[in-house]
C-alpha cells in the first residue's frame, strides 16, 4: 500500500497492518510528510498525515507484531515528535557504499547481462564516488 495522498491512506495503512500482524511498514522518504513542522511547503495534509501517523504509532500497545520502518533523505529535518521513545527511537545510519561494495551492487545488477568486452565494472565504480 502507497501512502502520500492523505490522512485516511495512513488510517487504512495502519488498520491493514494491525490485520496482517506480525508485518513490517516501511515508509521511505518519511522526510517528505515528517518534517519540522510548519516549515513544509505542503501545508495543513502534509501536517495532518504526520500527526495521524504519530497518533497510529501511539496506539500500539506491548508487542502488537507491527516493526514501522522509515527512511529518510535528510535527518536533519525530521520533526523531533518522530524521535520520541515509541516512535523512532533507534537511528541506524548506512553510508553511501565505497568502490568495493559499488563493484558488488553494479554485479548484482549486472547479472547475465552481455556487455562489450571493454566494459568494466570495477572503472565504473570507480567512477562512481558518492552514488548508491
Known sequence: ???GVGASRVRDLFK???????CIVFVDEIDAVGRKRGTGIGGGNDEREQTLNLS???????NTGIIVV?????????????LRPGRFDRQVSVDVPDIK?????LKVHAGNKKFENDV???VIAMRTPGFS
Open 1 to 3: 500500500m502507497f501512502v
Open 16 to 22: 491493514t497492518a494491525k490485520e496482517n500482524a506480525p
Open 56 to 62: 497510529e504509532m501511539d496506539g500500539f500497545e506491548g
Open 70 to 82: 522509515a527512511a529518510p533523505n535528510r535527518a536533519d529535518i525530521l520533526d523531533s515528535a518522530l
Open 101 to 105: 561494495r559499488r563493484t558488488d551492487i
Open 120 to 122: 568494466s565494472l570495477e
